[in-house]
């Protein structure tokens, strides 16, 4: 089991560039979930989905757009990249909805010029 | 939502148990208490949840209140690898996914 992977591990974009972060889960997890992670800040929540083909805003949707085509992949892109979108990108994955636990990818730290 | 308040650093002598405090004194009778926490440059990593009983596995112990108001996280024997900021999270359920809602956390430091 190779739990919740992330793609790519790090990107440096300039602004205006686009660009795709890939979550894959190998737990069979309904619910899948990103999250930012600011210097000095906890995790804030942009976009989640509780099934296939199914998602939701979170806390911080603005600029970014996410799709669950498949239930093992979910997929956050950012169409016009921006400099306050730097920061580190977790994706997570829990059971279902009585699910009490998350499991974390490693992150992807993007940086845009 | 239920807000938890923690203190912003602990150090902690290796061996010894790291008791890490929470407050919760808005939290809601059906939310749960829930600790992670994050190793440098990590993703976060559960550790343990409760709703009003002591709770207790391989990793760590949880102490809830009676009035569910505070809760302490208790690491009996840390060592230096469970340096790390620890996050105290009471679960947001709107009925679709359970939203977590990060705070600071408590960044503990173990020491030798």
């Known amino acids: 089991n190779a739990g919740v992977t992330q793609t790519p591990k790090f990107r440096v974009l300039k602004t205006g560039q686009s660009m795709t972060l890939l979550c894959a889960q190998d737990?069979?997890?309904?619910?899948m979930y990103w999250y930012r992670q600011d210097p000095g800040m906890g995790l804030r929540l942009i976009h989640y989905?509780?099934?296939?083909?199914?998602?939701a805003k979170g806390e911080v949707p603005d600029g970014y757009n996410v799709s669950r085509l498949k239930k093992q992949n979910f997929l956050l892109g950012l169409e016009s990249a921006a400099p306050s979108q730097t920061s580190v990108y977790f994706c997570a994955s829990s059971l279902g909805q009585f699910s009490e636990t998350q499991y974390f990818g490693p992150g992807t730290r993007l940086l845009v010029l | 939502d239920a807000k938890t308040t923690q203190p912003p650093s602990m150090d902690c002598a290796e061996g010894r148990a790291a008791n890490l405090p929470c407050n919760h004194s808005?939290?809601?009778?059906?939310?749960?208490v829930y600790w992670y926490r994050q190793i440098h440059s990590q993703g976060p990593q559960y550790i343990i949840h409760g709703l009003k009983n002591n709770e207790t596995n391989e990793m760590a112990s949880l102490i809830i209140t009676e009035d569910r108001k505070s809760s302490t996280l208790i690491l009996p024997h840390a060592t230096l690898r469970d340096t790390a900021v620890y996050y105290c999270i009471v679960r947001v359920d709107t009925g679709g996914g359970n939203k977590l809602t990060f705070g600071t956390g408590t960044q503990l430091k173990v020491e030798l």
């Open positions: 989905s509780v099934g296939e083909g199914t998602t």
């Open positions: 808005t939290i809601s009778g059906n939310e749960y």
């Open positions: 737990m069979n997890h309904e619910y």
